[in-house]
Each structure stands twice: as C-alpha cells, then as structure tokens.
C-alpha cells in the first residue's frame, strides 16, 4: 500500500506523518510505502526545527525535502490523506476522479476534526500536533492489518 500524506506547504504536519507513519508500519510489519507533499509547497524546503524535534523520540525527518503534490503522486497512491476538512476538499476539487482514497487524517484515524497547522506556534504546539498525529496514524495503520 502506498500512503500518500498532503499539508499546505510539506514543512510540518505531512513530513511528521510520513516519518511516523513509516516508523510505525514497519513496527507492525505493514508493507507500506509512504511519501508526502503540500498543496502549495515548492521543491527542495527543509523541516521546520520544531517539526524536526517534535518527532525526533520517534524518527529523523531532518532530511526531509519538500515537494508539491503532482499527479503522478495522486496516481500512484493507494490512499490520499489530507490534514484538514480543506485539504480534503481540495483535493477533491483537483481530482475527484479518486474521490474514493482522498480521506481527512482523522477520518482515517477514526478521530475528529482537523490537524491545525503549528507553522510558527511554539514547540509545545509542535509536540502536540505530532501526537495528534501519532495517535491518528497509528489507529488508521491498525485498519490496514484487518
């Protein structure tokens, strides 16, 4: 299966869901690849610090490079999933031919609501949108092994 994670600019919430969800399905023996990119990401964008260090008990994301979403990306996902109820919508408004794996991470992770964008809060934010992440990421994983 391939995971496909989609934010605004690939620097925060979707690089930690990567690095998250790559950790985790290994740990649960998931043969899954996963990659992600931002709606409005240009190539080549670091990390931000606090993102870096609110999942580094976990992985490294340092070397994390962002990129934009592209089709070919969309194509070759088996899942799409969006931060936010808007990212969603975007992405259903680019390509609702695959309006079938285009998920919210909560609607996946069976929570609620949106993973808020941290860009420029504290590192306390930081850390608890990586563990928003983590909690969602690891009950969507658990869908997977059914």
Not at 7 to 27: D, F, H, K, Q, Y
Not at 52 to 81: G, K, Y
Not at 87 to 107: D, G, M, N, W, Y
Not at 115 to 129: A, H, I, T
Request: aromatic share 6%; net charge negative.
């Amino acid at each position: 299966m391939k995971i496909l994670f989609v934010c605004t600019g690939n620097t925060c919430r979707s690089p930690m869901a990567e690095g998250i969800t790559r950790v985790l399905a290994t740990e649960c023996g998931l043969d899954v690849q996963v990659v992600s990119a931002g709606l409005f990401a240009a190539y080549g964008a670091k990390p931000t610090e606090e993102a870096v260090i609110a999942v580094q008990s976990i992985t490294d994301i340092s070397s994390h490079e962002s990129r934009p979403l592209t089709m070919e990306l969309v194509n070759t996902a088996d899942l799409i999933i969006g931060m936010t109820a808007d990212h969603k919508s975007v992405l259903l408004r680019q390509f609702p031919f695959e309006e079938a794996k285009i998920k919210t991470l909560a609607e996946w992770g069976y929570g609620t609501g949106d993973v808020s964008d941290p860009f420029g809060s504290s590192q306390e934010v930081y850390n608890e949108c990586a563990e928003q992440i983590y909690n969602l990421v690891k009950a969507g994983l658990s869908s997977i092994k059914e």
